[in-house]
């Protein structure tokens, strides 16, 4: 970072000139934005145009001193006119590429309005859905918010930052934010560093390994210390263990939060615990404030000032703004264009998990009289949290079910509205109209605003009188589809039984009636899976697949903790033995595991093959991997799509290792009757988990036996067993089935 165009600059810089780079605020007045900028302030929010934002970089290189751009900022989490499902229903889709596009297309929309750095992607893990914010990230499990994340910032960024079409990204929140006790947002964080190291730092290391140019501090406390202030991440892990040379944005207010955290009494206290942790940027404009500096360079040593400025100004360069910091007015895009709408809908269709099809009812038959009810059905609500005012809006569910299905009368009945009181008579109304119908599609889930930040919530079953209205079509006897559209995932315990199909939408954005009612009629197949466990019921949360092994497991037919629960199998209790960790009153496991998701046709998985059975920890040290194959075929009577995930369990390890871990995940398409070789390779980090009490505090593999399980989903089966050994390396023994 020792750019001598940046060190010139630096050098000529005032006191009051070097804080102002270091905050960003938003004022909805654009002459209150002009007069902050006057003042020195380096960082603002989009001004909702490229013309507004030109105008603004304008003053700010000619009507200052030293003439320096602006960092122009705005949430952009899942897409700027054209909005594309959520983080967490993109996740849906394990595929991290179809993320990379969306990224660049939601990136080149911004840009062409002057936006140069977005506020995403978000990659806590998040095991506890009653949490709003779980709709902003990846999900439950570390390799998939690894893979997501980077693959987003690979889509914002490109190759190149000063490119017309990239813009800045900004990993979030870092870190812990998806642990907050109790699922309540902005709440306080405890966790072991052997937790943090394993579980929660992993996605930031990736999104920055990827090159992700920015990180903002979360709102939360790690073992008592907010992380505004928390100068042992901040500096001593993501600056000089990582090596982090980036921009290290604070969320809104976080420092100023620190008074209420109680660790600051004043502002300037809470400035100078931030920028002494390592923060660069301040959100919310306090550093300068009517052109007073909230710290003299008495209180905040120069040397930390030099630095944040530093990282601020090299930002700058690297996304051009010296070279030309204004964009084309004529070139903005102001609404989803049509080639950008073909995306969406495309991802949308990968983003849908059918989580149940009894008797192949999915895809519909044209039927004659169709019910359409629920309060999505006619709703045009179907975009997610985390959108603007601006973004292009969508159509509703029953309109496209006209427009697709001529031949069919389509009735609608409202059945239930999303937060209203107990009104039984719409309910009523629904289930006459379902008598008199061939099929119904009852539409339910939540509005957006629902979920996302500050939209926490206790009862994560269906709000109002939604599960009412299930139960009433139910009781008629005609056959009927449950479509979800959530930002979380939901308790569906109560009535799933009572469903012969469920389709979890979730929000898909701009296409989601087109997209929807495609994979109702077999337009498209639904090939999604589950990026999170669906719970029982809100008090078995947090629930997810890779918990830990516990000294009194529950057993069933001799599997320990099983992901699933089939009372066919198993009877209608969880053990027999009552000293086990398990509820007295809830089935084992979660109603549906991570991974899970169907399609309209079926895979088989045979023939797993291991290439290595045994390998020494020297080998797999210098590059060494295991390989294994499995064959999978599809076994139905159309074409379709499979997700073939892979996990290890590590058998006996010094530390306690979860159940199981996703490594591995790929995806096929098997035209009806095919077969394909699925081909896998373990290396060192597959196998490692981080320990203070290994040799040297770190990433390590301990030698031992490691289960393998392959499958369509977190309840794979067994399909190989390796062993690291600390011998040194032996003759191959060759392909072992």
């Given at each position: 970072?020792?750019?001598?165009?940046?060190?010139?600059?630096?050098?000529?810089?005032?006191w009051?000139?070097?804080?102002?780079?270091l905050q960003?605020?938003?004022?909805?007045?654009?002459?209150?934005?002009?007069?902050?900028?006057?003042?020195?302030?380096?960082?603002?929010?989009?001004?909702?145009s490229?013309?507004?934002?030109?105008?603004?970089?304008?003053?700010?290189?000619?009507?200052?001193?030293?003439?320096?751009?602006?960092?122009?900022?705005?949430?952009?989490?899942?897409?700027?006119?054209?909005?594309?499902?959520?983080?967490?229903?993109?996740?849906?889709?394990?595929?991290?590429?179809?993320?990379?596009?969306?990224?660049?297309?939601?990136?080149?929309?911004?840009?062409?309005g002057?936006?140069?750095?977005?506020?995403?992607?978000?990659?806590?893990?998040?095991?506890?859905?009653?949490?709003?914010r779980?709709?902003?990230?990846?999900?439950?499990?570390?390799?998939?918010?690894?893979?997501?994340?980077?693959?987003?910032?690979?889509?914002?960024?490109?190759?190149?930052?000063?490119?017309?079409?990239?813009?800045a990204?900004?990993?979030?929140?870092?870190v812990?934010?998806?642990?907050?006790?109790?699922?309540?947002?902005?709440?306080?964080?405890?966790?072991?560093?052997?937790?943090?190291?394993?579980?929660?730092?992993?996605?930031?290391?990736?999104v920055?390994?990827?090159?992700?140019?920015?990180?903002?501090?979360?709102?939360?406390?790690?073992?008592?210390?907010?992380?505004?202030?928390?100068?042992?991440?901040?500096?001593?892990?993501?600056?000089?263990?990582?090596?982090?040379?980036?921009?290290?944005?604070?969320?809104?207010?976080?420092?100023?939060?620190?008074?209420?955290?109680?660790?600051?009494?004043t502002?300037?206290?809470?400035?100078?615990?931030?920028?002494?942790a390592?923060?660069?940027?301040?959100?919310?404009?306090?550093?300068?404030?009517?052109?007073?500096?909230?710290?003299?360079?008495?209180?905040?040593?120069?040397?930390?000032?030099?630095?944040?400025?530093?990282?601020?100004?090299t930002?700058?360069?690297?996304?051009?703004?010296?070279?030309?910091?204004?964009?084309?007015p004529e070139?903005?895009?102001?609404?989803?264009?049509?080639?950008h709408?073909?995306?969406?809908?495309?991802?949308?269709?990968?983003?849908?998990v059918?989580l149940?099809?009894?008797?192949?009812?999915?895809?519909?038959?044209?039927?004659?009289?169709?019910?359409?009810?629920?309060?999505?059905?006619?709703?045009?609500?179907?975009l997610?949290?985390w959108?603007?005012?601006?973004?292009?809006?969508?159509?509703?569910?029953?309109d496209?079910l006209?427009?697709?299905?001529?031949?069919?009368?389509?009735?609608?009945?409202?059945?239930?509205?999303?937060?209203?009181?107990?009104?039984?008579?719409?309910?009523?109304?629904?289930?006459?109209?379902?008598?008199?119908?061939?099929?119904?599609?009852?539409?339910?889930?939540?509005?957006?605003?629902?979920?996302g930040?500050?939209?926490?919530?206790?009862?994560?079953?269906?709000p109002?009188?939604?599960?009412?209205?299930?139960?009433?079509?139910?009781?008629?006897?005609?056959?009927?589809?449950?479509?979800?559209?959530?930002?979380?995932?939901?308790?569906?315990?109560?009535?799933?039984?009572?469903?012969?199909?469920?389709?979890?939408?979730?929000?898909?954005?701009?296409?989601?009636?087109?997209?929807?009612?495609?994979?109702?009629?077999?337009?498209?197949?639904?090939?999604?899976k589950?990026?999170?466990?669906?719970?029982?019921?809100?008090?078995?949360?947090?629930?997810?697949?890779?918990?830990?092994?516990?000294?009194?497991?529950?057993?069933?037919?001799?599997?320990?903790?099983?992901?699933?629960?089939?009372p066919?199998?198993?009877?209608?209790?969880?053990?027999?033995?009552?000293?086990?960790?398990?509820?007295?009153?809830?089935?084992?496991?979660?109603?549906?595991?991570?991974?899970?998701?169907?399609?309209y046709t079926?895979?088989?998985?045979?023939?797993?093959?291991?290439?290595?059975?045994?390998?020494?920890?020297?080998?797999?040290?210098?590059?060494?991997?295991?390989?294994?194959?499995?064959?999978?075929?599809?076994?139905?009577?159309?074409e379709?799509?499979?997700?073939?995930?892979?996990?290890?369990?590590?058998?006996?390890?010094h530390?306690?290792?979860?159940?199981?871990?996703?490594?591995?995940?790929?995806?096929?398409?098997?035209?009806?009757?095919?077969?394909?070789?699925?081909?896998?390779?373990?290396?060192?980090?597959d196998?490692?988990?981080?320990?203070?009490?290994?040799?040297?505090?770190?990433?390590?593999?301990?030698?031992?036996?490691?289960?393998?399980?392959?499958?369509?989903?977190?309840?794979?089966?067994?399909?190989?067993?390796?062993?690291?050994?600390?011998?040194?390396?032996?003759?191959?023994?060759?392909?072992?089935?």
């Amino acid at each position: 970072m020792n750019d001598p165009f940046v060190e010139d600059l630096l050098a000529r810089m005032t006191w009051q000139e070097k804080l102002g780079q270091l905050q960003i605020t938003y004022h909805p007045d654009a002459g209150r934005t002009r007069d902050l900028v006057s003042a020195g302030m380096g960082c603002i929010f989009w001004q909702g145009s490229a013309e507004a934002t030109n105008a603004m970089q304008r003053h700010a290189v000619t009507n200052t001193r030293l003439g320096i751009p602006l960092l122009v900022g705005l949430d952009v989490i899942h897409g700027q006119r054209t909005i594309f499902p959520t983080p967490l229903a993109l996740a849906s889709s394990f595929q991290p590429e179809l993320a990379e596009l969306v990224a660049r297309v939601s990136g080149r929309e911004a840009a062409s309005g002057g936006v140069n750095w977005t506020f995403s992607p978000m990659v806590d893990v998040s095991r506890d859905p009653r949490w709003g914010r779980v709709v902003e990230g990846f999900g439950e499990d570390v390799l998939l918010n690894s893979a997501f994340g980077a693959a987003m910032v690979r889509g914002y960024q490109g190759d190149d930052l000063a490119a017309a079409s990239a813009i800045a990204a900004c990993a979030k929140h870092f870190v812990g934010y998806g642990h907050a006790e109790g699922g309540r947002d902005y709440n306080t964080t405890d966790m072991s560093e052997y937790r943090l190291r394993n579980t929660y730092l992993p996605p930031f290391k990736a999104v920055l390994d990827a090159g992700a140019a920015t990180i903002m501090a979360a709102f939360n406390t790690i073992d008592g210390v907010p992380m505004h202030a928390n100068g042992r991440l901040l500096t001593e892990v993501l600056r000089e263990e990582w090596g982090f040379e980036g921009v290290v944005v604070g969320d809104a207010d976080g420092v100023m939060n620190l008074i209420p955290h109680g660790v600051a009494a004043t502002t300037a206290e809470a400035l100078l615990l931030a920028f002494r942790a390592g923060l660069t940027v301040e959100m919310g404009g306090n550093v300068v404030k009517d052109g007073v500096p909230a710290l003299t360079d008495a209180e905040l040593s120069p040397t930390v000032v030099d630095d944040a400025v530093r990282r601020v100004l090299t930002l700058k360069v690297a996304l051009g703004l010296f070279d030309d910091p204004y964009v084309e007015p004529e070139q903005e895009i102001f609404e989803a264009t049509p080639e950008h709408r073909d995306i969406a809908r495309d991802v949308a269709a990968a983003s849908m998990v059918l989580l149940k099809n009894d008797d192949a009812l999915l895809p519909l038959r044209r039927p004659r009289r169709l019910l359409v009810t629920g309060p999505s059905a006619d709703s045009t609500d179907h975009l997610g949290a985390w959108v603007q005012s601006f973004a292009t809006p969508s159509g509703s569910i029953v309109d496209e079910l006209r427009r697709r299905l001529p031949e069919t009368e389509v009735l609608l009945s409202p059945g239930a509205t999303f937060l209203g009181g107990d009104d039984p008579s719409l309910a009523a109304e629904a289930a006459s109209k379902a008598s008199e119908s061939d099929l119904v599609v009852v539409f339910v889930g939540e509005p957006s605003n629902l979920s996302g930040e500050a939209a926490s919530r206790s009862d994560l079953r269906l709000p109002g009188q939604q599960e009412a209205l299930i139960h009433a079509i139910a009781d008629t006897g005609v056959p009927f589809i449950v479509v979800i559209e959530s930002g979380r995932p939901l308790a569906l315990s109560e009535w799933f039984h009572r469903a012969p199909a469920v389709l979890q939408a979730w929000h898909l954005g701009t296409e989601a009636p087109h997209a929807i009612v495609s994979a109702l009629t077999g337009g498209t197949a639904p090939s999604g899976k589950l990026p999170v466990s669906l719970p029982r019921s809100s008090s078995q949360v947090p629930i997810f697949y890779s918990h830990e092994n516990t000294g009194r497991p529950a057993t069933v037919g001799g599997q320990l903790e099983p992901t699933k629960w089939d009372p066919a199998l198993h009877g209608p209790n969880n053990v027999d033995d009552k000293y086990s960790s398990k509820y007295l009153d809830l089935d084992l496991g979660p109603l549906l595991p991570f991974g899970h998701g169907l399609t309209y046709t079926r895979f088989e998985y045979s023939e797993a093959r291991v290439r290595t059975e045994m390998m020494p920890l020297e080998s797999l040290r210098q590059g060494a991997t295991f390989g294994l194959e499995i064959t999978v075929t599809n076994v139905g009577d159309r074409e379709g799509d499979e997700i073939v995930q892979l996990y290890i369990h590590d058998v006996v390890a010094h530390r306690v290792q979860p159940v199981r871990v996703l490594r591995k995940f790929s995806g096929v398409h098997l035209e009806a009757g095919e077969s394909q070789s699925v081909a896998f390779q373990l290396c060192f980090e597959d196998l490692a988990f981080w320990s203070e009490s290994h040799r040297t505090p770190g990433f390590d593999v301990e030698p031992g036996a490691f289960d393998v399980f392959i499958g369509g989903s977190s309840d794979a089966p067994l399909a190989a067993r390796i062993e690291v050994t600390a011998a040194s390396p032996q003759p191959s023994t060759g392909d072992r089935s």
